[in-house]
């Protein structure tokens, strides 16, 4: 889903002066539907454990999301995974974790 106005996660990816490619997570502002601004690299990051985690949340849901030029903000490479995919995964680490 894209948002009209706002902000989230979203991944970029960059190239660093020697011509690497390599990705990152920024915070992502949008004016009807279109990102118009964007952070440098984020971190996640809570007030508590719970929001920390609620945070972390949100940048594994940047990995569903198409991928942004880290120059124009332009839609560059499909997302990662899909959000079934995604949750799959969140899934199969509840279950690892609660075996453990």
């Known amino acids: 889903m894209t948002r009209k106005n706002g902000w ?3 991944v970029f990816k960059c190239v660093d002066p020697v011509g690497d490619t390599y990705y990152e997570i920024r915070e992502t502002y949008y004016t009807n539907g279109k990102p118009d601004g964007w ?3 984020a971190s996640p ?3 508590t454990l719970r929001t920390l985690v609620t945070d972390l949340a949100w940048f594994l849901a940047a990995l569903a999301k198409p991928v942004l ?3 124009t903000g332009k839609e560059c ?3 990662h995974m899909s959000a079934r ?3 799959e995964w969140m899934d199969a680490r509840a279950d ?3 075996a453990a």
């Open 39 to 41: 952070t440098e690299a």
């Open 8 to 10: 989230n996660y979203r």
């Open 85 to 87: 995919e995604l949750q």
């Open 69 to 71: 030029d880290g120059e």
């Open 77 to 79: 490479d499909p997302a």
């Open 45 to 47: 990051h809570g007030e």
């Open 96 to 98: 690892a974790d609660g």
